[in-house]
């Protein structure tokens, strides 16, 4: 009994191995430009082009006010409410750089496959 558990164990680890390994090479292939994808963008470019930049433009004209916000709120002394602002211009701030991060993939990703 203790020979079927083992051989089954060495097995199932030996199938899990050739799993992760085809698993790992299908994910280093590269995306196929004539796949879904590169088809979405090509249809949709000048869209997804018009709403990044919409995005980053909310995101700046959020951070401005947020900006006049803590401005206003440090004239008046209220130390609590400049730290909440800070902490909201941090998180607004990151959310800018996610913007234009995936305004540059959306950019390379549109140069590579819609030629």
């Given amino acids: 009994m203790r020979k079927i558990i083992i051989a089954t164990a060495a097995s199932i680890a030996a199938i899990g191995g050739v799993a992760v390994a085809a698993g ?4 280093q292939e590269e995306p196929d430009p004539s796949g879904w994808r ?3 963008v090509r249809a949709n470019l000048d869209q997804l082009q018009t709403l990044q930049a919409d995005h980053a433009t909310l995101t700046a004209d959020r951070l401005a006010l947020l900006g ?11 130390a609590e409410a400049v730290e909440h602002i ?11 750089g996610k913007v ?9 990703f ?5 030629g």
């Fill in 24 to 27: 790992a090479a299908s994910a």
């Fill in 100 to 108: 234009g991060a995936r305004e540059e993939r959306l950019t390379t």
């Fill in 38 to 40: 590169a088809e979405f």
């Fill in 68 to 78: 006049e916000a803590r401005a206003a709120a440090e004239a008046g002394g209220d």
């Fill in 86 to 96: 800070d902490q909201r211009i941090a998180r607004v701030t990151e959310r800018q």
């Fill in 110 to 114: 549109a140069a590579e496959n819609c």
